[in-house]
């Protein structure tokens, strides 16, 4: 079993006993606490079809599906949810399919939390992402290689 396939196992693993009947995982990340070279692991966000929940430690949150990550820079990108999570770039794949799968299970005149995301490619237009997006998504049926997903990130 890959690296990328040992990640996803342990995603799941963490989020089945909080998911709904019928509730997808889409895509999971870990935070960390601590700066520079003294960082540990914090707690795990897990993304699924409903919602975001953050799984660490004795407790799990429940939080909204309706928000924008943001597109990940810098060598730690924060996500300002109920507090202040930092995610390091080794994660940014996710954090970018997370807005994808947003962006495709959202009614386009129904805003969400937080601001515009752009898709894994910097050198398209909006325009020309927007169908890359799209085309991906309804492409979805057709077999992928195992652990793929639209960019390349994590599937379930």
Known sequence: MGYKERRAEKISTLADPHLETGEQIQTGFLTIK???????????IVVTDRAILIVGGRETQRLPR?????????????????????????????????DEALRGNQDPDEPAVGGPVRPCSDDLDDGAAILAILAALSSRSSPRGAGQGLCG???W
């Open 153 to 155: 990130h994590l599937a």
């Open 34 to 44: 601590g700066s520079g070279i003294f960082t540990w692991p914090a707690e795990w």
């Open 66 to 98: 309706d928000f924008w990550f943001g597109k990940p820079t810098g060598l730690y990108h924060e996500i300002e949810l109920d507090r202040t999570y930092k995610v390091h770039r080794q994660w940014y794949q996710e954090i970018i399919a997370a």
